[in-house]
């Protein structure tokens, strides 16, 4: 089946990409109705609130219907197999998007699905909130090409997709993260070769801010990670970002956090109430970048 699905970052090209941010960005009277009386699936194996809302307003704004479904309401290889729930649904409707614990879950929808499915978070990616933060970054600090963006804390499902996107771009990438915590030699090869004007990796907060135009980070206890929270804690003790690490920034850095954020753990109050901050306008950005995402896997061009 020739379908386009979204499961990472990587399923764009940068030239993909640059055409989903123009959708995004684009006035909804411009982008027609691809979803007028289409159904889109939203199955959420995890809550949230941003995605649900962003996804299910995104939706509507092209027309379509959204049916959110709890993951209880269809037991992935409990109740149904997955690959039993995709096909039937797929019958019902114009698009399938998933909030799952496992990517594989949404590799199996993807090979049996004659509809798009949509990655709404997996452990391994996140791609959607990816385009809203790049989205972001553009609105902020205009072309990315050779611009620099720290991410500071674990190197996880977020980042991973962050700096895929921001490769991308073609900007300069610098991770800050505890031993143990940051990525794979392999995984920096792999970035490299999306076609990032430089990465690098350290073990401190401060040297990867240092000159950023853009400083991320995400909380340092992820769902499903509460057990580790002790040792997390004192593992991530030098990464919260502070008015320390901001400051070794370009002096018009922002400061991004995809939320929800725990003040005073990963990042204090000044900075992710501060000036700089833009984590408001970047949960904003979620909606238009799902927007974006189904305009363009509808085929919409303007």
Known sequence: MNVRHFLDVTDLSARDLHTVLTLAQADISK????L???????IFEKPSNRTRHSMEMAVVQLGGHPIFTRGEEVGFDERETVEDVTRIMAGYHQVIAARVFAHSVLQRMAKVSSVPI???LSEQSHPLQAIADVLTMRQELGNLNKKTVAWVGDYNNVARSLVEACALEGMHIRLGCPKGYGARDAELNHISKLGAASVEQHSSAQIAASGAHAVHTDVFVSM??????AKRMIDFANFRVDASVMAVADRAAIFMHCLPAHREVEVTAEVIDGAQSRVVLQAHNRMHAARGVLAYLMG???
């Open 118 to 120: 949509i990655n709404m």
């Open 31 to 34: 982008l027609g109705r691809p």
């Open 36 to 42: 007028a009386d289409k159904g889109v699936a939203l």
């Open 300 to 302: 919409v061009t303007i």
């Open 224 to 229: 499903g990670q509460e057990a580790e929270t």
